[in-house]
């Protein structure tokens, strides 16, 4: 009986492993994606508009990043606190 249920919390464990690396290696992805649409964006909308806006594009940039990291981080804590998710 007790290897049984050693066995069963080794592969709730692993399985709970599988999901925390599968959802952190899309969300590297998902990251990635975004981090290229917005500097895309930025160069695109924001140089041309002030001609020699190098550096600032670049702190434009890091304002959206930290910005949507902000938000997203916050109302994901809350989803998780909502429905009872200890970390």
Known sequence: ???KI????????????????SSS??????A?????TIQQTVKEFIEPRIPGSGILSRFIYAGIVTILGVII?????RLASRWGIKK
């Not at 050693?6 to 690396?21: G, N, P």
């Not at 290696?25 to 998902?30: E, I, K, N, T, V």
């Not at 990635?32 to 290229?36: H, S, Y």
């Open 1 to 3: 009986m007790a290897k």
């Open 6 to 21: 050693r066995r069963f919390t080794f592969h709730k464990e692993l399985i709970r492993q599988l999901v925390t690396l």
């Open 25 to 30: 290696a899309f969300g590297l992805a998902a």
């Open 32 to 36: 990635l994606a975004w981090n290229d």
């Open 73 to 77: 981080t916050f109302e994901l804590s």
